[in-house]
């Protein structure tokens, strides 16, 4: 479970990176990606989560909150059907529901050091760019630019074929995310009520 919410923290991580509507290349892209996410100082949104499962041919509905601060601090916050929290705050990771707590340095685990690495670059917009974890395409699909990220480091191959990034040309907002699993499972992610560089008490971040 650990692994999964981590995982989807990271593809959860380039949420709310604004581009801009028109024909260019995928260079331009990327380049548009990673410089309006620098202006994103803060960011809060509700999402919805659904996971296909391969094997029992069902779905799985979640629902939560995501909250967000430059540089280094993220919450992944599930709601409904169960309570679950993320935190990534600097080099202390937080993992707690109702039954545990766990407290984590990344800096004494390299898989969390490195899974932290990349979710926080993804969230300044470096990501795109990012070729020794990520081969990123970019397909202009009419209302969408659709992002695909194949991983080249072995934790993300372990877990992903690939993760597919949705970006809404008009809202000019990232408004959908897939990530397809090695055993044919999937998660589709879509944002609601996206609301950037407003106020965010430190203490949603506090890990304790």
Sequence with gaps: MKRLVLFLILSMSLLGQPVIAQKVTQGQVKQQISQAAAAIKSMQ???????????LNDKVVSKGKMYY?????????????????????????????????DVIDVEKN??????????????????????????????????????TLVPQRREMKQMFNSIKLYFDKKRLMVTRVELIEK??????????????????????????
């Excluded at 490195?114 to 202009?140: H, P, W, Y």
């Excluded at 944002?191 to 950037?196: A, D, E, Y």
């Design 45 to 55: 949104c509700d999402f919805v989560q659904t996971k296909q499962i391969k094997m």
């Design 183 to 208: 055993n044919g499972d999937k998660t589709i992610i879509e944002l609601k009520n996206v609301k950037t560089n407003g106020q965010i008490a430190s203490s949603i971040f506090a890990v304790h």
């Design 110 to 147: 390299r898989v969390f050091k490195e899974i932290a690495q990349i979710m926080m670059s993804s969230v300044v917009g470096d990501c795109l760019n990012d070729t020794r974890s990520f081969k990123t395409t970019i397909a202009d699909a009419k209302t969408h630019w659709l992002a």
């Design 69 to 101: 601060l430059q540089s280094d601090k993220l919450r992944w916050e599930y709601i409904s059907p169960y309570k679950y929290i993320f935190i990534l705050n600097g080099s202390k990771v937080q993992l707690k529901n109702d039954q545990r707590n």
